[in-house]
């Protein structure tokens, strides 16, 4: 697994990719859960945690010297941070 992470090239646009498309899969099943059990009904921060994911992924890129696959994860984190925001402040009104 480690050697199939080490032949990708360097290049921003494969970390947005990594980066938003880790968080859209745990996204939609933390969705399911909101949605259709009673448990997690008001666990909004699933979502917080779909993103924090892109930590885990920026760890491991950086320890593997591939810069801007870091730049691209860490840009897709913000643009989730910002989708979080306004569905929250969305759910307020």
Known sequence: ????????KNHVLIGLGI???SPLVL???AWYLM????VFKKADLLLIG???VNL????????????NIVRGIV???????????????????
């Open 50 to 52: 779909c993103v924090a």
């Open 75 to 93: 840009s897709a984190t913000f643009l989730c941070a910002f989708a979080f925001f306004f569905y929250k402040i969305s759910q307020e009104v």
């Open 35 to 38: 949605h259709y059990t009673l």
């Open 1 to 8: 697994m480690a050697k199939l992470f080490t032949s990708i």
């Open 56 to 67: 885990i992924w920026v760890n491991y890129f950086n320890k593997i010297n591939k810069e």
């Open 19 to 21: 980066g938003l498309g």
């Open 27 to 29: 996204g939609t099943i």
